[in-house]
């Protein structure tokens, strides 16, 4: 008796059972898509631990740019132009690796500052850097020998960055001898210049449609950026 009364039971909740199975499934299977992979960090905590010398707020940002410009991008180089020139401030990191591939001084423009760079601009002949994502173009090799070509892709704030010959080049002012000597960097017309020692293997690492973010608290920037705002589709925000 105790058996048909358990088998009845089992019968009559079944179909309740059958429509909530499908709510249940919706819920899991959305969580599952929304949440990364098990054991893999978001993007800015990833860099956070490979770069821990980096303000939190520019690997963040770059990790939000770079989401917006192009996800599946395989580097990404960071400048933290809120550090002195003193300090390594240009990190290159391997998305897919997830590795570090470069810590590195890097120089900032004449105009923006001495020690500290305070001020950026994309007008031709300022001499000061640009704040920004760029996606980066071909190396060649000019008047400051090997050299990695940029494309700004903010509207008014670096979109003026191939014109300036705004690039990646290596120089002999970026050096510990020179901070020994000075207290700063050398400076550049607003090129970010490296170690003339690592010239070659960095602009190697990142040219051909990699990407490239300079970070900087500007309270304009941070506000107006398309790409910190992300308010379209990656492909037509990062071919503009």
């Known amino acids: 008796m105790a058996l048909r009364l358990n088998v009845a039971a089992l019968l009559f909740s079944l179909p309740f059972t059958l429509l909530t199975l499908p ?9 599952v898509n929304s949440a990364p992979p098990s054991g893999v960090l978001p993007l800015h905590h990833q860099l956070l631990q490979l770069a821990p010398q980096a303000s939190p707020d520019a690997l963040r940002l770059a990790a939000q740019a770079l989401n917006c410009a192009e996800p599946n991008a395989e580097r990404l180089a960071v400048i933290d132009y809120s550090l002195p020139s003193t300090e390594p401030r240009l990190w290159v990191f391997d998305l897919r690796q997830h590795k570090l591939l470069f810590e590195e001084l890097v120089s900032h423009g004449q105009g923006s500052g001495d020690a500290q760079a305070e001020t950026f601009s994309n007008t031709p002949d300022s001499h000061q850097s640009s704040i920004g994502l760029f996606r980066t173009m071909n190396s060649y090799y000019g008047r400051n020998g090997y050299s990695l070509r940029l494309e700004g ?21 970026v050096s510990d001898a020179f901070i020994t000597q000075t207290g700063r960097l050398g400076r550049s017309h607003g090129c970010p210049a490296v170690r003339v020692e690592v010239t070659y293997p960095l602009i190697d690492s990142l040219k ?3 990407y490239v ?13 398309t ?3 992300c308010t379209a ?8």
Do not use: C, K
């Open 23 to 31: 709510l249940h499934a919706d819920s899991f299977f959305s969580q």
């Open 153 to 173: 892709l903010e509207p008014n704030v670096n979109d003026m960055a191939f014109e300036r010959a705004i690039v990646i080049h290596g120089a002999d002012y």
């Open 208 to 210: 051909e449609d990699q």
């Open 213 to 225: 973010f300079a970070y900087y608290p500007d309270a304009e920037w941070l506000t107006s950026s």
């Open 227 to 229: 790409f910190l705002g």
């Open 233 to 240: 589709a990656p492909a037509q925000l990062a071919r503009r």
